[in-house]
């Protein structure tokens, strides 16, 4: 039986700002969703343990789809498929275990699949597909399986039993999804049994087939209930099923455009962050749209916020051999301390007790993380940099103790001299690191903390031994070491281009990174000085580990002195999201109540192409890990407001800024 015509939504508006409406919408809707989460998360886990268990009966095995064979039979330009949805046990670390039941999706005599089985077809295809439902009672509600562009239709009832059919034609390129609920919520609030019912759908331009590789992101969360005896939490944060260590291990040569198409059904929004290089987005939609980008108006980044029910392809810049790690930016997706979750508020993610320093593999990460090795190009390019000899810091990690005026913090301290500078006179963050374009540096990191830790160069091209992936960074048998307490580590790269990036811990300790062992790391142009009274960076981190309640710290503070500036005077402003879990903050500089201009010049340390170097409204989404740099000329003496708004739970931190 083919679907009604329905309503679900209209295909969005796309762009690095939220000056315009689409945009307005986005923020609105990243609001509404995590709501819709947090009820979504308090109730999830009541429900599974109030459903009478079935019958002790032998579920079948559930594989990791890694997308590489379509499914279905396709001839004479008609894809046949035939789907059913079941129950199945699902391994989303090794082979051997842990298991949990979920729903999930597979072919009529196949296996089942998360993700579910890849539609993939060339433009203007038909697709004939059915779908059973081969679930004891839920009924499932199944989205997606719809003509693109503009054939949005009610979802696909089918009963427990049922088998329905559904007849559409696919005459838009791109990258889309489907995605099925046994609950009734929104692909925004699915954590539990049916939060791995969600697909690829690849729609392919004519001619040559163009090489790619299709990556589904998926969530499932256990959330400790109160009332009942699960003492903590659980969580599995996969890319095609699986999570790291157990991912995908990905290839490439260096030189070679790597083209990938993510998706992400999951209840969270993903910052996905590249190490060592940059990536450039070249589309992106929602599921049921999906807008090919303008050359003029493709992102160059090396964090990338892909939104619930979003899409994307990206095309990877790989210059330099060398292993490297593509990964969701926040440390609930990312570390292993975060398997296990404290019993907390809907909406707050805290590693359970117990869960310090729990290490899968050598790397210290887990979860929604890819391993890339790059092999060497037959004729590597050398990136250019002075003949000069290499500048020499040191970079100090200590733990500065709690007194009357400042919290205990773990900081970094530059140390100038023959002797370290006072303890207490550390700052969170740390100090600025003001290097010079294609000039070598040595930064030798000295750990005296009383662990080990390691330093990430965030957004620098450098080489994989110096990236701060103890474990895993390095190429051949060279393999980048942790920094143990005590010792040392030097650190050598000469940054190819200026911009603003960040150096942080990258040590699987989340008390790290709340901590305080976070800073700016600003790269000039040649002849360029920096002048703080017109350069102002402001770094936004938690003052806590507590995601609800701990407050937003604008440069280490959660009351920043006011910002004074001149009339007629040009500023650049550098803003920098190091937060652990806060990936839709909106950064807004206002006069009363309305934004005012500001001209956006650079992205992630990358200087924007003409046509995105634009005026518009002083208001931005910045999500965690990236960076954005405007130019702002106050024209009048006037008091403004920088606010930097946490939507989730409503609460800001603002700043004054005095313009005389």
């Given at each position: 039986m083919a679907l009604r015509y329905g309503?679900?939504?209209n295909p969005k508006s796309f762009g690095p700002d939220l000056a315009s409406t689409g945009r307005r919408h986005e923020l609105i809707a990243i609001a509404t969703a995590v709501a819709v989460l947090l009820v979504s998360?308090?109730?999830?886990?009541?429900?599974?343990?109030a459903t009478p268990k079935p019958s002790q009966v032998t579920l079948p095995r559930i594989e990791a789809n890694r997308n590489l064979a379509p499914a279905g039979e396709l001839a004479g330009g008609v894809l046949t498929v035939r789907l059913e949805i079941r129950d199945g046990e699902w391994y989303p670390e090794a082979e051997t275990g842990p298991a949990i039941v979920v729903q999930a999706l597979g072919e009529e005599g196949r296996a089942l699949q998360i993700p579910g089985p890849l539609i993939r077809v060339p433009e203007g295809t038909e697709v004939r597909a059915t779908v059973r439902n081969v679930l004891q009672k839920d009924t499932v509600r199944l989205y997606g399986l719809h003509g693109r562009p503009g054939d949005v239709r009610e979802p696909l009832e089918i009963s427990s039993g049922e088998i329905r059919e559904v007849r559409f034609r696919l005459t838009a390129p791109g990258t889309y999804h489907y995605w099925a609920t046994t609950t009734g919520r929104p692909l925004a609030g699915r954590a539990g049994m049916d939060s791995?019912?969600?697909?690829?759908?690849?729609?392919?331009?004519?001619?040559?087939?163009?090489?790619?590789?299709v990556f589904v992101l998926g969530l499932w969360l256990e959330r400790a209930v109160p009332g009942f005896s699960q003492p903590i939490a659980r969580q599995f944060a996969v890319i095609n099923g699986k999570a790291w260590p157990y991912t995908e291990r990905m290839t490439a040569d260096a030189g070679q455009p790597v083209r990938w198409r993510w998706i992400n059904t999951s209840v969270f929004d993903h910052p996905m962050h590249l190490h060592g290089a940059y990536f450039r987005v070249i589309s992106e939609g929602d599921g049921a749209a999906d807008v090919t980008l303008p050359v003029g108006n493709q992102r160059l980044v090396v964090t990338d916020r892909m939104p619930v029910g979003g899409t994307r392809a990206y095309t990877l810049l790989l210059e330099r051999e060398g292993r490297w790690l593509f990964h969701c930016h926040l440390l609930t997706h990312m570390s292993p301390e975060y398997r296990h979750l404290a019993p907390t508020v809907p909406g707050s993610f805290q590693p359970a007790v117990g869960m310090h320093h729990p290490v899968l593999d050598p790397s210290g990460m887990w979860?929604?993380?890819?391993?890339?090795?790059?092999?060497?190009?037959?004729?590597?390019?050398?990136?250019?940099?002075?003949?000069?000899?290499?500048r020499k810091l040191t970079l100090l990690v200590r733990q500065r103790p709690a007194n009357d005026r400042t919290p205990a913090a773990a900081v970094f301290q530059v140390q100038e001299g023959p002797q370290p500078p006072a303890l207490e006179a550390a700052t969170v963050p740390g100090p600025p690191l003001v290097l010079m374009q294609g000039e070598p540096v040595e930064i030798t990191v000295v750990n005296q903390l009383r662990e080990p830790t390691a330093i990430h160069w965030h957004g620098i091209e450098l080489d994989s031994y110096y990236d701060g992936v103890p474990g895993w960074g390095g190429a051949g048998e060279t393999v980048a070491p942790a920094i143990e307490p005590g010792q040392s580590f030097v650190a050598r790269f000469a940054p190819p281009r200026a911009g603003t990036f960040i150096y942080h811990t990258h040590w699987h300790n989340f008390l790290q990174l709340t901590g305080g062992l976070y800073g700016p790391l600003i790269v000039l142009g040649p002849g360029q000085t920096f002048d703080p009274e017109t350069d102002k960076t402001v770094m936004i981190s938690l003052g806590g580990a507590d995601d609800m309640k701990s407050p937003l710290l604008l440069n280490g503070s959660a009351q920043l002195e006011p910002l004074r500036l001149k009339a007629a005077v040009k500023y650049r402003l550098r803003f920098i999201n190091i937060t652990p879990n806060n990936s839709g903050l909106v950064v807004s500089l206002l006069a009363g109540s309305a934004p005012v201009r500001w001209r956006a010049v650079a992205k992630d340390g990358a200087d924007l192409p003409p046509a995105q170097v634009v005026e518009r409204e002083a208001r931005q989404l910045i999500s965690v890990g990236e960076t954005y740099d405007f130019e702002f000329e106050p024209t009048t003496r006037v008091d403004l407001r920088l606010e930097v708004l946490r939507p989730f739970n409503r609460t800001w931190a603002v700043a004054e800024v005095q313009v005389r």
């Amino acid at each position: 039986m083919a679907l009604r015509y329905g309503s679900i939504g209209n295909p969005k508006s796309f762009g690095p700002d939220l000056a315009s409406t689409g945009r307005r919408h986005e923020l609105i809707a990243i609001a509404t969703a995590v709501a819709v989460l947090l009820v979504s998360f308090g109730c999830v886990r009541a429900q599974e343990l109030a459903t009478p268990k079935p019958s002790q009966v032998t579920l079948p095995r559930i594989e990791a789809n890694r997308n590489l064979a379509p499914a279905g039979e396709l001839a004479g330009g008609v894809l046949t498929v035939r789907l059913e949805i079941r129950d199945g046990e699902w391994y989303p670390e090794a082979e051997t275990g842990p298991a949990i039941v979920v729903q999930a999706l597979g072919e009529e005599g196949r296996a089942l699949q998360i993700p579910g089985p890849l539609i993939r077809v060339p433009e203007g295809t038909e697709v004939r597909a059915t779908v059973r439902n081969v679930l004891q009672k839920d009924t499932v509600r199944l989205y997606g399986l719809h003509g693109r562009p503009g054939d949005v239709r009610e979802p696909l009832e089918i009963s427990s039993g049922e088998i329905r059919e559904v007849r559409f034609r696919l005459t838009a390129p791109g990258t889309y999804h489907y995605w099925a609920t046994t609950t009734g919520r929104p692909l925004a609030g699915r954590a539990g049994m049916d939060s791995q019912l969600a697909g690829a759908l690849i729609v392919d331009p004519p001619g040559a087939a163009v090489a790619d590789r299709v990556f589904v992101l998926g969530l499932w969360l256990e959330r400790a209930v109160p009332g009942f005896s699960q003492p903590i939490a659980r969580q599995f944060a996969v890319i095609n099923g699986k999570a790291w260590p157990y991912t995908e291990r990905m290839t490439a040569d260096a030189g070679q455009p790597v083209r990938w198409r993510w998706i992400n059904t999951s209840v969270f929004d993903h910052p996905m962050h590249l190490h060592g290089a940059y990536f450039r987005v070249i589309s992106e939609g929602d599921g049921a749209a999906d807008v090919t980008l303008p050359v003029g108006n493709q992102r160059l980044v090396v964090t990338d916020r892909m939104p619930v029910g979003g899409t994307r392809a990206y095309t990877l810049l790989l210059e330099r051999e060398g292993r490297w790690l593509f990964h969701c930016h926040l440390l609930t997706h990312m570390s292993p301390e975060y398997r296990h979750l404290a019993p907390t508020v809907p909406g707050s993610f805290q590693p359970a007790v117990g869960m310090h320093h729990p290490v899968l593999d050598p790397s210290g990460m887990w979860g929604m993380v890819l391993g890339l090795t790059v092999r060497p190009a037959a004729r590597s390019a050398t990136p250019v940099t002075s003949t000069a000899p290499a500048r020499k810091l040191t970079l100090l990690v200590r733990q500065r103790p709690a007194n009357d005026r400042t919290p205990a913090a773990a900081v970094f301290q530059v140390q100038e001299g023959p002797q370290p500078p006072a303890l207490e006179a550390a700052t969170v963050p740390g100090p600025p690191l003001v290097l010079m374009q294609g000039e070598p540096v040595e930064i030798t990191v000295v750990n005296q903390l009383r662990e080990p830790t390691a330093i990430h160069w965030h957004g620098i091209e450098l080489d994989s031994y110096y990236d701060g992936v103890p474990g895993w960074g390095g190429a051949g048998e060279t393999v980048a070491p942790a920094i143990e307490p005590g010792q040392s580590f030097v650190a050598r790269f000469a940054p190819p281009r200026a911009g603003t990036f960040i150096y942080h811990t990258h040590w699987h300790n989340f008390l790290q990174l709340t901590g305080g062992l976070y800073g700016p790391l600003i790269v000039l142009g040649p002849g360029q000085t920096f002048d703080p009274e017109t350069d102002k960076t402001v770094m936004i981190s938690l003052g806590g580990a507590d995601d609800m309640k701990s407050p937003l710290l604008l440069n280490g503070s959660a009351q920043l002195e006011p910002l004074r500036l001149k009339a007629a005077v040009k500023y650049r402003l550098r803003f920098i999201n190091i937060t652990p879990n806060n990936s839709g903050l909106v950064v807004s500089l206002l006069a009363g109540s309305a934004p005012v201009r500001w001209r956006a010049v650079a992205k992630d340390g990358a200087d924007l192409p003409p046509a995105q170097v634009v005026e518009r409204e002083a208001r931005q989404l910045i999500s965690v890990g990236e960076t954005y740099d405007f130019e702002f000329e106050p024209t009048t003496r006037v008091d403004l407001r920088l606010e930097v708004l946490r939507p989730f739970n409503r609460t800001w931190a603002v700043a004054e800024v005095q313009v005389r």
